[in-house]
């Protein structure tokens, strides 16, 4: 049955899906513009959208967790379990953390490999990074440990949520979705 709940407000449902839309586009983006063998044109096309993406996302992202340090969820629905809850609590901290890693981690391995950035570069921002091998590599071996922790954690994350919008119907779903809900 669904219960009436307190929602998320509008501002944190919109940053949500903002966020959710764009990296749920930039993940599989990443993931084909490294392989190998694919056509140039598509893979210079997938490193512009992705590392562009990443930086318009960056004033999101903080906007996002200024957003949520002031602002307290709603409380979840009586009947979702203790060890539930502090998996939610868990694995959206762990979200949270992955949403500032994976852009410092793609922009300091850019900068320090030397490569543009193509939306700063026309706003005339410099570098920000001296050319570095050694921290190129450390941050790529972060931005792709980040993309595994990444994925694993939203495979959860939105497993959980079609549970709730699905099977449970409890309110859960209606609380974050951009419409309806209270
Ligand atoms: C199809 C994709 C997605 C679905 C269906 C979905 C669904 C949801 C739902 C229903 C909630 C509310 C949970 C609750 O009430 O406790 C939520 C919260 C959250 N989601 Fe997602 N989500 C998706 C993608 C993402 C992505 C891509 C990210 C970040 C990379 C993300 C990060 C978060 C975070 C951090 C919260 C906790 C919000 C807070 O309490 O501050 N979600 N999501
Ligand atoms: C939320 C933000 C981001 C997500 C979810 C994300 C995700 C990914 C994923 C899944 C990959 C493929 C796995 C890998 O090879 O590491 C990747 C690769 C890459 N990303 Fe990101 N990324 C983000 C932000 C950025 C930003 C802001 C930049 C640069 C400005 C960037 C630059 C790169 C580069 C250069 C690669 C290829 C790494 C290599 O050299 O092999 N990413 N990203």
Known sequence: ???????????????HWITAA???????????????GIPR?????????????????????LARIAYRLTH??????????????????????????LLVVMPVSGFVRVRSGGF???LLDRLGAGPWLAKSERLADIAQGIHAAGAFVLIAVLALHI???AQHALIRRDGVWSRMWPVGGS
């Open 159 to 161: 497993a959980a949520a």
């Open 22 to 36: 764009a990296v749920l586009l930039m993940i599989p983006a990443g993931l084909i513009m490294t392989r190998e």
């Open 41 to 61: 044109p598509l893979q210079d096309a997938l490193f512009l959208f992705h590392k562009n993406t990443g930086v318009v996302l960056v004033p999101v992202i």
């Open 72 to 97: 307290r969820p709603p409380p979840l629905p009586v009947s979702v379990p203790g060890w539930q809850r502090r998996a939610a609590g868990l694995s959206h901290a762990l979200l949270y953390v």
């Open 116 to 118: 543009p950035i193509e």
């Open 1 to 15: 049955m669904t219960e009436r709940l307190p929602g998320y407000r509008p501002p944190a449902r919109w940053l």
